[in-house]
């Protein structure tokens, strides 16, 4: 009985984990360093639009020469994600952007790092 409760139980970590690995499955752009910065407010659901650009372009996969980012103000960690990026641009630091390539040559991001 012990062991069917913890094969059930390692059966359905392994299932949450792999639906929450999905859920955050984005792609890494190259390291680079932060172009321009801009705040929009606008028609995308009342919401805040962050914008973070790379002269070079952000360089991943799907869309090599995006060389603009973004994030809504909906998401959780916003001003967090803009405030690294701010940062990073003032101490000259390159930045790495994670998410999925958009329409127009735009990456919609979910995270950033800071190269230090």
């Given amino acids: 009985m012990r062991f069917l409760s913890r094969t059930l139980a390692a059966a359905i970590f392994a299932i949450a984990s792999s639906f929450v690995a999905a859920a955050y499955a984005a792609e890494s752009s ?3 360093s932060v172009g321009q910065l801009q705040i929009s407010s ?6 805040t639009t962050f914008y973070i650009s790379s002269d070079t372009g952000w360089g991943a996969t799907s869309c090599p020469s995006a060389t603009w980012a ?3 103000s909906t ?8 405030a690294l990026a ?3 641009k003032q101490m000259n630091k390159q930045v790495q952007v994670y998410g999925d390539c958009v329409s127009g040559g735009y990456m919609e ?3 950033v790092a800071v190269y230090s």
């Fill in 30 to 32: 190259g390291w680079r």
């Fill in 42 to 47: 606008g028609p995308a659901n009342g919401a």
């Fill in 70 to 72: 973004y994030f809504l």
């Fill in 75 to 82: 998401r959780a960690n916003a001003r967090d994600m803009y």
């Fill in 86 to 88: 701010m940062w990073a």
């Fill in 109 to 111: 991001i979910v995270q």
